[in-house]
């Protein structure tokens, strides 16, 4: 196979350059004619290729045993294996850690990092994770209340897709100014705009 690629490259009108269909990804290869370099070329592009292919499993795998041992009440192992999964980038895996640290299940309570867990799930557009700001701003006991964070999270809740009813919306711009609701608009058609 690589003699015939060899062939291909010296009849080629791109000399150092080939195009590779691998699993519906293109990849493009650079090519040196020297055989050193086509073999540390080759070993990389299966390098490429088994990483496109297989990137997700190992998240999913963090995630699934993580989830494995929140369920079975064993939260050290749990947190542990959330966190590893969250620092990959995984939205699911924040807001789970998110929980933990508001709830203190395997570690103790700790508002601050729940809310820096939330924001970097919602900021991936996770819904859930921007219903729990809203409830975490509306009813924290650490925090002071701020209605017009909570009404701002409640609005970008519902644009990321949460079916919300209207009487908690009422309910909640009831106990604000107009101003204050104008604010809470204003804030997140700013997030929105950031992170669209």
């Given amino acids: 196979m690589l003699k015939g690629f060899r062939t291909f490259l010296s009849r080629a009108s791109y000399k150092n350059a080939l195009l590779v269909l691998c699993s519906r990804t293109l990849v493009v290869v650079n090519f040196s004619f020297r055989r050193r370099t086509v073999k540390v070329s080759m070993r990389q592009l299966f390098v490429v290729i088994f990483l496109l292919l297989f990137e997700n499993v190992s998240v999913k795998a963090d995630f699934d045993g993580a989830w494995a041992a929140y369920e079975n009440g064993k939260y050290n192992i749990a947190v542990r294996e959330f966190l590893r999964c969250a620092e990959r980038g995984n939205d699911k895996c924040q807001l789970y850690l998110g929980d933990i640290y508001r709830y203190g299940h395997g570690t103790v309570v700790r508002k601050d990092k729940a809310l820096d867990w939330y924001l970097r799930s919602v900021d991936q557009k996770n819904p859930v994770a921007a219903l729990r700001l809203y409830s975490l701003y509306l009813h924290n006991s650490a925090m002071p209340k701020n209605n017009i964070k909570a009404y701002m999270w409640f609005k ?19 106990g604000m100014t107009p101003e204050q609701v104008t604010e809470s608009q204003r804030l997140a058609t700013e997030w929105w705009m950031k992170h669209q």
Avoid: W
């Fill in 156 to 174: 970008i809740a519902k644009v990321l897709g949460r079916d919300l009813s209207l009487e908690k919306e009422v309910s909640l711009k009831s």
